[in-house]
């Protein structure tokens, strides 16, 4: 068995308590007095809402002879606070879901809800209501022509719960912000292209929604103002726990998205937690197995590893067992034993980072030690199958050499 220290350079903040209950009082030196308890149990107090969550959604477009699925079993959760960048092929249902979402078309089949409403059913009059707490930015801009960019957005504030005497500061200010300071008494048809979509987003962010759904926005843009957009969201996303879902296939913004979901003919193809997943691999890369993978194929088995959670006094591992998992720690702290001529000995810990369980995978032997929790911790997982395929179709010379020895 491997196991890694607790790394000590990026999780002072929240490591740094638990570490202190790391050798708990009642297992004294060699002796295992602890029972087993089933995980995943208690800790739904940290766990988050999704703000959006579609489930088992189809839908179709027309009727008879001409019906046409487009969206199949889509599933997704999004949360409050994060930045969604979807992309897909032309026609994979990108536009569709967003739709759905913001309750322009009626859900056909499955569940959407939208910040804690079902919209699966929902009456035309709740459809509008929702619809206006929702800051859509389309490609067809919608402004109105008779009315100067100050104006167009002030329109969005009346809706909200601005101050009247406030709307024309407030508007000015986001307009400027967006780089419209010059034209702000000009109407639609005397602004450019990518200047019409800068009012549109001011209009759409006006009123501090908790949903944005952006086609396309930055698409008309330039380089610099497209970058102002992604701020101007970000600050939504970070001050506002606002969601924002923005389709796009502008390279320039991805670097702004939490959660990088991609459609593929009209399925939920793939859907990475930026974060995560970065975390993940950054892990991974510290375990001999893994070390020197290309980004690519750690992000394929980032994908792969589950969460899971475990309390005190839980045993993740046990000595003897036979290998099914590999584990990799997210947070907490755990204790490793082995049992040996009947003495069970404390023989390390493992924390944030850590890794443990590979040692058998590889091997094909029996568990070398047992790895107990000492705090709640969570873990990613990676079954054997999926760790066997990690290694057989990444590694080098080397790794065949392990995977040979795993699969005899
Ligand atoms: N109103 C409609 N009536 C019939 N079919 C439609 C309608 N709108 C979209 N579709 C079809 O549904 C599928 C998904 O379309 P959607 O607009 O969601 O794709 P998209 O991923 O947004 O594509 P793009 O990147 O080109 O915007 C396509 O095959 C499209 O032709
Ligand atoms: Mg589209």
Same mark, same amino acid.
């Given at each position: 068995?491997?196991t ?20 708990? $009082?009642?297992?004294?030196?060699g ?9 995943s ?11 959006i ?10 009727e ?5 699925q ?6 997704? @959760? ?28 009626? +859900? ?5 809800v939208?910040n804690?409403r ?8 709740d459809? +509008? ?6 800051g859509?930015?389309?490609q067809?801009?919608?402004?109105f ?20 005497s406030?709307?024309r ?26 200047q ?20 396309e ?6 380089? @610099?103002?497209?970058?102002e +957009?992604?701020k ?89 067992a036979?290998?099914?998992k590999?584990?990799?720690v ?16 404390? +023989? ?5 980072g ?11 032997a029996?568990?070398? $030690? ?19 395929k990690a290694? $057989? ?16």
């Open positions: 068995m491997t890694t220290p607790a790394s000590d350079d990026d999780d002072a903040d929240d490591d740094s308590a638990l570490g202190e209950k790391r050798i708990r $009082a009642d297992m004294g030196e002796t295992l007095a602890f029972i087993t308890s089933p995980f149990q208690g800790f739904d107090d940290d766990e988050r809402k999704p703000s969550a579609v489930k088992n959604v189809d839908q179709y477009f027309g008879g002879e001409n019906k046409k487009v969206l199949f079993d889509a599933n997704l @959760d999004l949360y409050p606070g994060e930045i969604v960048i979807m992309t897909g092929p032309s026609g994979s249902g990108k536009t569709t879901i967003l739709t759905l979402i913001g309750g322009l078309r009626s +859900v056909q089949s499955g569940s959407l939208v804690g079902e919209l699966n059913g929902m009456s035309r009059e459809l +509008v209501s929702l619809r206006r707490s929702i859509f930015i389309f067809a801009h919608n402004l022509d008779a009315y100067s960019a100050v104006q167009n957005v002030g329109l969005a504030l009346e809706l909200g719960d601005c101050p009247a406030e709307m500061t407030r508007s000015i200010e986001i307009l400027t912000r967006l780089g419209l300071g010059h034209r702000l008494e000009n109407r639609p048809a005397q602004l450019s292209g990518g019409r979509q800068r009012v549109a987003i001011a209009r759409a962010v006006a009123n501090r929604p908790r949903v944005i759904l952006a086609d926005p930055t698409a008309a843009l330039d380089k @610099d103002s497209g970058r +957009v992604v101007l969201l970000r600050e939504r996303a970070t001050e506002d726990k606002a969601t924002i879902l923005i389709v796009t296939h502008d390279n320039r913004i991805l670097d702004v998205a939490d959660r990088i979901v991609t459609m593929v003919d009209g399925r939920v193809s793939s859907n990475v937690n930026v974060k995560e997943a970065d975390a993940i691999c950054n892990f991974l890369r510290r375990c001999d197995t893994f070390t020197g993978l290309p980004a690519p194929a750690l992000l394929e088995i980032s994908q792969k590893m589950k969460r899971e959670r475990f309390r005190p006094p839980a045993k993740v591992i046990e000595q003897g036979m290998g099914d590999f584990y990799v997210r947070q907490g702290a755990l204790s490793i034993f082995v049992e040996k001529d009947g003495v069970t000995r404390k +023989v390390g810990t493992v924390g944030k850590g890794f443990f369980g590979e040692a058998a995978l590889l091997t094909g029996p568990r070398a $030690a047992t790895v107990a929790v000492d705090s709640p911790c969570e873990l990613y997982s990676l079954g054997k199958d999926d760790f066997t290694v $057989a179709a990444n590694a080098g010379l080397r790794g065949q050499l392990v995977s040979l020895a795993v699969t005899r």
